[in-house]
T-cell receptor, first 111, second 116 residues
Framework: LAKTTQPISMDSYEGQEVNITCSHNNIATNDYITWYQQFPSQGPRFIIQGYKTKVTNEVASLFIPADRKSSTLSLPRVSLSDTAVYYC????????????FGAGTRLFVKA | GAGVSQSPSNKVTEKGKDVELRCDPI?????LYWYRQRLGQGLEFLIY????????KSGLPSDRFSAERTGESVSTLTIQRTQQEDSAVYLCASSFFHSTGASRYTFGSGTRLTVV
């Protein structure tokens, strides 16, 4: 079961780009990397998912190096409303999807 | 439905009472998960249902916790003889089944359980 490690917290200012890196050294061949965002009093919300190289959507970009042992979530020009907890997950590729959520990274965006 | 629905949204119960939490997953999602989230902490896996397969109960913290799912629809999480340490938000998520780790979960808003 691939375990992930990410910073506990990060601070940023409005308008800046934020990069959150996640380590997953024992990622399996079939595993995908998925990021979720959680606001207070809500369930986590899917942000982006990738397997390798770079994925971009309207919300974020996900950079995955060739060895796939880490990944970086990039949030362009953050706003106060991006203050949330961000979880990096690596799917268990054997068919049993007891995905483990770590403590996540608490991002605090300041004015 | 359009999203994952959980009920009740809030539940206050007395220590020692039993509680039942409900989750209505997205129609067509064969996989369903329960997680527990204590204040300021990450999500703890509790149980996973996939179709008609035997559920993965490995995350249930004690035999006071149980869960059922009717086919590929509603699930209920039951906590018997509640204790104060059971106070948390209980989150349900559902997804399509993928043979690789490409699942995308849709979470409900959770049930906030307070044991007094």
């Amino acid at each position: 079961l691939a375990k992930t490690t990410q910073p506990i917290s990060m601070d940023s200012y409005e308008g800046q780009e934020v990069n959150i890196t996640c380590s997953h050294n024992n990622i399996a061949t079939n595993d995908y990397i998925t990021w979720y965002q959680q606001f207070p009093s809500q369930g986590p919300r899917f942000i982006i998912q990738g397997y390798k190289t770079k994925v971009t959507n309207e919300v974020a970009s996900l950079f995955i190096p060739a060895d796939r042992k880490s990944s970086t979530l990039s949030l362009p020009r953050v706003s106060l409303s991006d203050t949330a907890v961000y979880y990096c997950l690596v799917g268990e590729g054997t068919g049993g999807f007891k995905t483990i959520f770590g403590a996540g990274t608490r991002l605090f965006v300041k004015a | 439905g359009a999203g994952v629905s959980q009920s009740p949204s809030n539940k206050v119960t007395e220590k020692g009472k039993d509680v039942e939490l409900r989750c209505d997953p997205i129609s067509g999602h064969t996989a369903l998960y329960w997680y527990r989230q204590r204040l300021g902490q990450g999500l703890e896996f509790l149980i996973y249902f996939q179709g008609n397969s035997a559920p993965d109960k490995s995350g249930l913290p004690s035999d006071r916790f149980s869960a059922e799912r009717t086919g590929e629809s509603v699930s209920t999480l039951t906590i018997q003889r509640t204790q104060q340490e059971d106070s948390a938000v209980y989150l349900c998520a559902s997804s399509f089944f993928h043979s690789t780790g490409a699942s995308r979960y849709t979470f409900g808003s959770g049930t906030r359980l307070t044991v007094v």
